[in-house]
C-alpha cells in the first residue's frame, strides 16, 4: 500500500510546504492571522496551531515520543504566540522526517489501537491508514490556510508534489 520511500517523500513534502505557508502568513500582521474567517478552526493561526496539534497526536503514535492531551475542540487555541507556533512548526517537521527516515516495513505493515481525542475506547487501525491521515489531514488544513491566506492578500505558492525542489 504504501512504502517508506512515500513516508520520505511527503514527510519532506510536508515541511516545503509548512515553509511557503509560514513565510506567506509572515506577510500578514497578527490580527489578520487571527481574524475569523469561516473555517473550522476560525482563523490562519488556528488552524495552524490545530494543524500542529493533530501531527503530534498522529506521529506520537508512530514515534513513541511526546503527544498531548489538550482536547480538539482547544487545538486551535492551545498555542497562542505566533513565534511559538512556528518554532514548534518546524520542530515537528523535523521530527516527522526523522522519524520517516528511519521507518521501516514494521513501522507501515500491522495495528495501531487508536484511542482518538476525547474517546473512552479504542479500536483497531491499520498502521497505513494511520500514516495516510497523518498526512491527509496535513494536507487538508492546509488548503484551508492557503484560501485564507490568498482571500486575505498574501501571495500564493506552488503546492503542486511534482515541482517540490529536489533539496526540500
Known sequence: MITPEYLQHMARYNRWQNIHL?????????????????AFFG???GTLAHLLWGDLRWIARYDG?????????ESGRWITQWD????????????????AETAGPGDIDG?????????????????????????????????????MLTAAGADSYVTDIPFMPAEA
Open 43 to 45: 482563523s490562519i493561526h
Open 65 to 73: 515520543g511526546a503527544s498531548t492531551e489538550v482536547p480538539v475542540a
Open 111 to 147: 495495528m495501531l489501537d487508536l484511542r482518538p481525542s476525547g474517546a473512552t475506547k479504542s479500536f483497531p487501525l491499520p498502521k497505513a491508514v494511520g500514516l495516510m491521515q497523518l498526512f491527509n489531514h496535513q494536507t487538508h488544513h492546509r488548503g484551508q490556510v492557503h484560501a
Open 22 to 38: 509560514f513565510a506567506a502568513a509572515d506577510t500578514l500582521d497578527d490580527d489578520a492571522r487571527r481574524a475569523e474567517r469561516g
Open 84 to 99: 511559538d507556533l512556528k518554532s514548534q512548526r518546524r520542530a515537528m517537521d523535523a521530527r516527522i522526517i526523522a522519524w
